[in-house]
């Protein structure tokens, strides 16, 4: 397989990013679980976490504010185990408090993006996620601008079955085009309600959302509280569940 061609990235296989069009359709979540469900498959995986006003990886992992130090290549990034399996890097290790509002003009924000694609000392990972803000900002551009000379494989978009959201997915799909990054899949989330008891999945919002758009949605996960409950406590879910139905749909 090709390699990316220096820099902090040499090492990394793929490059992929998670894109949505608004807050609170569980990008976040969906990445995490991306992220720990290509590391049950045996992969070396690292997050990004550019979502610089809202970072919420370390918490959705349980990482509370490790330290985050320096080799000679650059920030070491936050292991969340000793086999080194789930690499992070987020700003949310950089403030002192976690609590504290990060409230930066465009130029600072471009600037830290800069340094988390060129100086992370990511070493060898086979898929690095990067979780981006909702919508499409100067972060957006930021990531791909300093990604230039590096190989994306292309983004997936997470999107929610109301068309308010799958709105906003085409705004995606667009910058996708304009940007000439490759759209690898939609993923609806909270598709379906599934029922703590029977287990049984009731659809509460319109079904299909991403069906709507140009592009078929590769995957569907309910909304389950096993999920939320688990992305509260930062609890690997795909662990914790592996019988349940919103695990075959993540894994
Ligand atoms: P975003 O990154 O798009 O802002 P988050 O990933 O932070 O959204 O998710 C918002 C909230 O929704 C979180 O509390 C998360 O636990 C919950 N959530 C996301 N997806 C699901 C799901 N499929 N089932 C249950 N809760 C979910």
Known sequence: MEQNSDGSLSQVQH?????????????????????????????KVGILDVDLCGPSIPRMLSMG?????????????VYTDAQKSLALMSIGFLLE??????????PKKT???G?????????ELDVLLVDTPPG???EHLAVLENLKKHR????????????????????????????????????????????????ECSNIFSKGGGEDVSLQPQGSVPLDPLLSASIEEG?????????SATFSAIS
Do not use: Y
């Not at 340094?115 to 070493?123: E, H, M, R």
């Not at 609890?235 to 592996?242: E, V």
């Open 15 to 43: 490059v992929v990013l998670v894109l949505s069009g608004k807050g609170g359709v569980g990008k976040s979540t969906i990445t995490t679980e991306l992220a720990l469900a290509l590391r049950h498959a045996g992969k």
């Open 65 to 77: 504010r490790p330290d985050v130090h320096q080799c000679d290549s650059g920030w070491v990034p």
């Open 97 to 106: 408090d976690p609590d504290e509002a990060v409230v930066w003009r465009g």
């Open 111 to 113: 600037a830290l993006i």
């Open 115 to 123: 340094q988390f694609v060129s100086d992370v000392a990511w070493g």
């Open 136 to 138: 499409t900002s100067d």
């Open 152 to 199: 994306v494989d292309g983004a997936i978009l997470v999107t929610t079955p109301q068309a308010v959201s799958t709105g906003d997915v085409r705004r995606e799909i667009t910058f996708c085009k304009k940007t000439g990054v490759r759209i690898l899949g939609i993923i609806e989330n909270m598709s379906g309600f599934v029922c703590p008891h029977c287990s």
């Open 235 to 243: 609890k690997d879910f795909l662990q914790s569940f592996p019988d």
